[in-house]
């Protein structure tokens, strides 16, 4: 079966760093996506990644090892509006997103 | 304005009732897609469709039903509404590319009482 593994909840503390795990595993791998959900939201694009390696935007960093079947969401410099929910997905063989539980994230002041 | 829109944005409705949610999109993207979301379960696919006349099950289409009515505009019908159909439903679209991203709806809330 196809699955996708994420921690529940995280809590961290404004400007600090934290980093949010993915692992997969999938029928097929043709990308992974982060998306950022904010409470009753709609979920918005973060990040893609096909190559292994970090790719690098803003305060947010997203890093692939396709060897492993993993996959981390970085979020430096933490604010307040960061606080939200992280739904990692990976395009499987078939190219349909399959979707983790997503990730909420508390960030305390 | 928005690219993708969904109405209703809140529903109530009671056990056995037809509701029709429905999405349109300017975005000009030949495939849309309907999700639920669920607390602790993410988002699943209910129905795809990659052009007016390619209409396509997703893992939980049971108890629902799609229209695609033009390009732009995605229909998803309960034709019995029950509880267990509560929950949040996002509609979303994608670009031409197979890895292009998806781009959501701000999401219909609705209630199966």
């Known amino acids: 079966g196809q699955n996708i593994d994420q921690p529940t909840e995280m809590t961290a503390t404004e400007g600090a760093i934290v980093q949010i795990n993915c692992t997969y595993q999938?029928?097929?791998?043709?990308?992974l996506f982060w998306y950022q959900q904010h409470a009753g939201e709609a979920p918005t694009f973060l990040s893609y990644?096909?190559l292994d390696g970090l790719e690098e935007k803003g305060r947010f960093s997203s890093f692939l090892s396709r060897s492993k079947g993993y996959s981390y969401l970085l979020l430096k410099e933490l604010q307040m509006k960061d606080s939200a929910s992280y739904l990692c997905?990976?395009?499987?063989?078939?190219?349909?997103?399959?979707w983790g539980a997503g990730t909420k994230l508390i960030i305390k002041p | 304005d928005a690219d993708v829109t969904q109405t209703p944005r809140n529903r109530i409705t009671k056990t056995g009732k037809r509701i029709m949610l429905e999405c349109s999109q300017t975005?000009?993207?030949?495939?849309m897609y309907w999700y639920r979301q669920d607390p602790g379960l993410g988002l699943r696919l209910i129905y795809y469709?990659?052009?007016?006349?390619?209409?396509n099950k997703g893992e939980i289409s049971d108890g629902y039903s799609v229209s695609r009515q033009a390009q732009a505009k995605f229909s998803l019908s309960l034709e019995s509404a029950i509880p267990n159909q509560t929950a949040l439903y996002f509609c979303?679209?994608?670009?031409?590319?197979?890895?292009?991203?998806?781009?959501f709806g701000p999401g219909t809330r609705l209630t199966v009482l």
């Open positions: 990644n096909v």
């Open positions: 469709s990659f052009d007016v006349k390619d209409i």
């Open positions: 975005k000009g993207h030949d495939r």
């Open positions: 999938t029928s097929g791998f043709n990308g």
């Open positions: 997905a990976v395009l499987d063989s078939n190219y349909q997103l399959i």
């Open positions: 979303a679209t994608r670009g031409g590319f197979e890895t292009d991203t998806q781009y």
